[in-house]
């Protein structure tokens, strides 16, 4: 820098001189400002014609000095002025206003109205996927078979041990504490239709649900949500290619046909678990267990429980795959739709659960 950027106030004038770039003001910056703001520079006289260079910065540093407004003298050149009418001109954001936070009555519209364009695209999908299915019912060879058996393979087979391992820790919790309880009263064979009744009924299917919507329902958001960002989809569509019947379809089949044999097995693992818990706190052996579960809980519960499953994986693989396809080609909208899936499939399938326990509230229990 072999000129560098000078300022001298004299009376009723300010005199610039030298090069006044952000490269040269940055050593400087600091005590160029303090005697800029120093007050009352604004209304005098402003001289910047032995001003080498005036780049964009300097030319904001003055357009503030001067309070967004012209001095009434001013001695500059062609060039230099209009480098500080191009910054006159730009809109400043800082003086447009302040921006206010939304209020509740903003913040409810905002929800209601995003939940009303969630459920029509869920109800568009859901019409899309029935129209899918007549089309393959006209031309089966156009069945995605291969991706649907990956899908299931992925959603089913590699979901056994986590599903196993937890069904059977809540079987042998849910056995020790009611053993507790039942002791204390003399109900110990009561078990049995404790642990039957509520893990092939309710705890079963609610528990693979969330295990399945929170590994294999994030991992269809994301996988969908990926392709978005690649342009996978839209690479599908510019070929002809039906992404309802490669994408979405294989995995609402796969994950609706999984769930009930996921329900059955995580259910099985569970009453083993109580079973064991059972023999070892309250002596009742394996086969009083199970010829006594036969007859304590009726085959309606478990025709209720692989119901539970056939619905809450398609409600799953449904959320899934439409907050797939909203996802924008961007990394942070990928993030948020797939936690908006997750927590969205696990809250509606436990209304389904509600509904189930409304309407088979007579179906299934033993009368004593």
């Not at 299917?205 to 949500?225: D, K």
């Amino acid at each position: 820098m072999n000129n560098p950027p000078r300022l001298q106030i004299e009376p009723g004038k300010v005199v610039l001189s030298g090069e006044w770039t952000l490269a040269a003001l940055l050593p400087e910056l600091p005590q160029l400002q303090a005697r800029l703001t120093a007050g009352g520079l604004g209304g005098l006289s402003w001289d910047l014609s032995d001003v080498d260079r005036l780049d964009s910065a300097a030319a904001v540093l003055l357009w503030r000095t001067w309070n967004e407004c012209w001095p009434a003298d001013l001695i500059v050149t062609e060039t230099h002025r209009r480098t500080v009418e191009r910054v006159a001109a730009a809109p400043i954001a800082a003086s447009s206003g302040t921006v206010t936070a939304p209020g509740p009555v903003e913040r409810i519209g905002d929800l209601v109205l995003g939940s009303i364009d969630h459920a029509i695209g869920l109800v568009t999908l859901f019409g899309q996927m029935l129209l899918d299915l007549c089309h393959l019912a006209r031309h089966p060879s156009e069945m995605p078979w291969k991706e649907t058996a990956a899908n299931i393979y992925k959603a089913g087979a590699l979901a056994l041990p986590v599903t196993g391992l937890v069904g059977f820790l809540i079987g042998v919790t849910l056995s020790y504490l009611s053993a507790l309880q039942l002791r204390s009263v003399g109900a110990d064979l009561f078990i049995v239709n404790i642990l039957g009744i509520s893990i092939i009924r309710e705890l079963g299917p609610v528990l693979v649900a969330v295990l399945v919507a929170g590994r294999s329902g994030s991992a269809m958001t994301a996988q969908i949500g990926v392709m978005r960002v690649t342009e996978e989809i839209d690479a599908l569509t510019a070929m002809g290619i039906s992404r309802s019947i490669r994408v979405v379809l294989p995995k609402l089949l796969a994950l609706t046909v999984v769930m009930p044999l996921l329900v059955l097995w995580a259910s099985a693992i569970a009453l083993i678990g109580g079973m064991l818990s059972a023999m070892l706190q309250l002596d009742i052996s394996p086969t009083y267990f199970v010829q006594n579960l036969q007859r304590a809980v009726p085959v309606a519960n478990l025709v209720i429980g692989l119901t539970k499953g056939i619905v809450f994986g398609f409600i799953i693989a449904w959320v899934a795959c439409h907050f797939g396809l909203r996802v924008k080609p961007n990394t942070e909208s990928l993030s948020a739709n797939t936690t908006t899936s997750v927590v969205t499939a696990i809250t509606l399938v436990i209304l389904a659960d509600a509904v189930f326990a409304i309407n088979t509230r007579n179906m299934g229990i033993p009368q004593l």
